[in-house]
């Protein structure tokens, strides 16, 4: 069972006041520091990833750009899965103290994968992506999977089109009636992060497959996961789609979504557009939305990317990674000048 050992440190589960108060921190910080560059991903190829791990596997290296951080008043830090990469441990370690030296409290944001299984074995990552790409296909047309196999972001897997192309989705009855969440595996990974602060637990990814053949294993989930004293946002690369299919069967006990937000419209599905309207219609009705990818992967100019996300969409928050003291200068610098003129324009 999911269990929280040090309760000191832990924001017990206290309801909707707890909510507010986390919403209302995070949207006046607006910005969370992303993981990702520090475990080696950086969305820019292999050559790039070699050098972010060479790079940030002498922790000194990541707690400048953590420090840099807290100097500009962020206090939530997105955090992936224990052993998601070799450098995840190294990341939280540095977390740890970063906060001693600084005399700070951190807040994580952590992303968990969902492992799905299906008879027994682990479902495959390209036909989980080729049978959301099929549903999505039906209702928005063929364009969609062109969208996907030319996805910039996508394309720094190794083999992505082949392997896109070549995957067989799943038949939507099979799912049904044999995917299953491994459970240990899930209440492991949230009970390895038992010596750090968790703002949410984020369910990854996986939401959007479960959207589409099994909300109810996703409600189970996020159930479990808020019985257990944590509260929940919802990974989504497919927010145009998990949205409202969500709210059709009625899952509501998570605070809202994390989920790919910029002005090129890179790893936004099943359109720019559905998604633009989805996130209109979340705040709407009260949900927080943390915009991610907001760069593109480095292929947007940071003003450009944050007026995009800060002044049209309205995000409550924004992750970003960055892989240097001037990278994250650079960027908090420019996202504290958009939030100031839309302050004043206010």
């Known amino acids: ?29 607006k910005i969370v520091l992303g993981n990702l560059p520090f475990i080696g991903i950086s969305y820019q190829g292999r050559e790039k990833d070699m050098e972010y791990r060479e790079k940030f596997s002498d922790k000194s290296e990541i707690k400048k750009v953590m420090k840099v951080a807290v100097d500009y008043g962020i206090r939530f830090f997105s955090a992936s899965s224990l052993g998601s990469a070799d450098l995840s441990s190294r990341y939280l370690e540095a977390v740890k103290e970063i906060e001693e030296e600084e005399e700070t409290n951190i807040r994580l944001i952590s992303c968990i994968s969902i492992p799905l299984r299906l008879g027994g074995s682990k479902v495959n990552d390209y036909r989980r992506w080729r049978t959301q790409l099929t549903y999505e296909i039906e209702k928005f047309g063929s364009n969609i999977l062109h969208k996907a196999l030319e996805d910039p972001v996508l394309n720094c ?67 479990r996961t808020r019985e257990a004293g944590y509260r929940c946002l919802l990974g989504s690369h497919h927010l145009g789609v998990t949205a409202s299919l969500l709210e059709e069967v009625g899952i509501k006990r998570f605070d809202g979504y994390v989920t790919p937000i910029n002005r090129l419209g890179v790893m936004m599905f099943p359109t720019m557009r559905e998604v633009e309207k989805a996130v209109r219609e979340l705040r709407g009705k009260g949900k927080l939305i943390i915009a991610i990818k907001p760069f593109a992967g480095g292929r947007i100019r940071p003003k450009e990317a944050l007026a995009y996300v800060f002044r049209k969409m309205k995000v409550d928050a924004c992750m970003m ?26």
């Open 1 to 29: 069972m999911l269990v929280r050992t040090d309760l000191v440190r832990f924001l017990p589960y206290r309801g909707r006041r707890e909510m507010y108060k986390l919403a209302f921190e995070l949207k006046s910080q």
């Open 157 to 223: 897997r190794l083999g992505w089109k082949e392997n896109l192309q070549s995957a067989k989705p799943y038949p939507i009855i099979q799912l049904q009636r044999r995917l299953q969440i491994d459970w240990k595996r899930w209440e492991n990974s949230v009970n390895n992060f038992s010596e750090w602060e968790i703002a949410w637990i984020e369910p990854g990814s996986e939401t959007d497959f479960l959207a589409i053949s099994r909300s109810d294993l996703l409600g189970e989930l996020v159930d």
């Open 321 to 346: 990674g960055v892989a240097s003291i001037e990278e994250a200068k650079e960027d908090f610098e420019a996202a504290r000048q958009i939030l100031a003129d839309e302050s004043r324009e206010e």
